[in-house]
């Protein structure tokens, strides 16, 4: 089962959370925020949002590769995937 990781990180040693699939790689990976109760706040909205596909944005890089972001309500970015070959 995927799992939630919060960890601190950054030159301003930020908290940051991912999630991890069930074989260890990253499917998501969070911006910084300085408190640990903002970042759980993110991962309560990454639990809410991700239930609905239109906060999906799936984007191709320029090396041909595929991510999402998933966003909240807001429009506001939550959390980035890393980047997949199909």
């Not at 260890?24 to 903002?38: C, F, R």
């Amino acid at each position: 089962m995927s799992k939630f990781e919060v960890y601190r990180s950054g030159q301003k040693n930020e908290f940051r959370f991912r999630l991890k699939a069930d074989n260890g790689q990253n499917i998501l990976s969070s911006e910084g925020y300085t408190t640990k109760a903002g970042c759980l706040n993110g991962i309560a909205s990454v639990k809410k949002n991700s239930k609905d596909p239109q906060r999906f944005i799936k984007t191709t890089t320029p090396t041909n590769m595929f991510r999402f972001s998933l966003t909240a309500a807001n429009n506001e970015i939550i959390g980035v995937s890393q980047n997949y070959k199909s």
